[in-house]
Every structure is written in C-alpha cells, then in structure tokens.
C-alpha cells in the first residue's frame, strides 16, 4: 500500500456486547465494513503478528492506548488495532489490556490483509498465516501515510518494531499538522 491508494472493502466478523443476550457471555456477532470502521473519519490503523504477542502486548498496543488523547488533540478521530485473529481472540486480549482508547478488529481469515499486501507466512513461529507489522494514517478510507516494518517476507526469523510505532506516527502528524498550519 501506499498513499493514496484506497482500501479495500472487506466485511469483518465481529462478536459485540449485547445485554438483550443475556446469560454469562452476552455477546452477538455483527457484521462490519470496511466503510463502517474509515469512511468520514481519519483514523490510525495498526496491525501486527498476534494478541497476546510479546512487542504487540507490551510495546505496540500499550503505546497506542497510551498516546490516543495526544492523538485526538491532533486530529484523530479513532485508533484500530487489527490482527489475523478471531473476534473472541481480539475481544479477549482488548479486555485483558484494559483498552478504553484503541479499538480491536478482527480479520480472522486474514482477508483485508491479504488485500493490502501484508499477509505473510509465520509457520516458523507455529503461527500460519499472521499480518506483517505496520500502521496507517487513513482518511475517509483512503492512505494518507503508510509505515510499514522492513524485511517483508515469510518466516522472518525476526519481529522488527519501530517504522509502527506510535512515536513514530506522531511525529508524521506533528509534521503534517505543521505543514498544513503554514499553508
């Protein structure tokens, strides 16, 4: 992907609270879109390898929670967090992370990453198919900057960190904000 380009329409199972449910585990599926989650919205979008991964659960995820008000102030309007994982995997790890800021999606057949270009192979660590770590600015659906690790491939003997971050994203809306404001 590259800015610019737009992404691609993907349907996304999704399992939501619902106390009309009832009982211990009151939650429904509902279907999501692409649409639903970037259209009208500029938003960040980062996925990586796997909830409850070790860098994903304690520098990645964490990072984003963490920055999401100085995110908003700049111009964000939501932050998501997407894995090749189920929608009971994801709800799981956004519960046992304490998540109010960042949401989860979840892209369990691994579909909208595929369609992006970021779906990699990571038999080596047992895994099957996982995304390739990167993040996103997207504005009504569209890339405005992309930031993807180096070393795209499958089974990569390593996890690079860095090109994702949410350090690293501020400082491209720092900059952007401050191009746009001597315009």
Known sequence: ????????E????TRVRDESVGGPNPFRWQDMTTADYFDGKR?????LPGAFTPTCSTYQLPGFEKMAAEFAEKGIDAIYCMSVNDS???NK?????GLENVSVIPDG???FTRKVGMLVAKDNLGFGMR???YAAIINNGVVEAWFEEPGLSDNHGE?????????NLMKYVDEKNAAVAAE
């Open 109 to 111: 057949s691994g579909e």
């Open 93 to 97: 790890w956004a519960q046992d992370q």
């Open 1 to 8: 992907m590259q800015a610019g380009a737009k992404l691609p």
């Open 43 to 47: 938003v960040i979008l980062f996925s």
């Open 159 to 167: 996890d690079p960190y860095g090109e994702s971050s949410p350090e």
């Open 131 to 133: 995304s390739w770590r």
């Open 10 to 13: 993907v349907t996304f199972r």
């Open 88 to 90: 009971f995997v994801m």
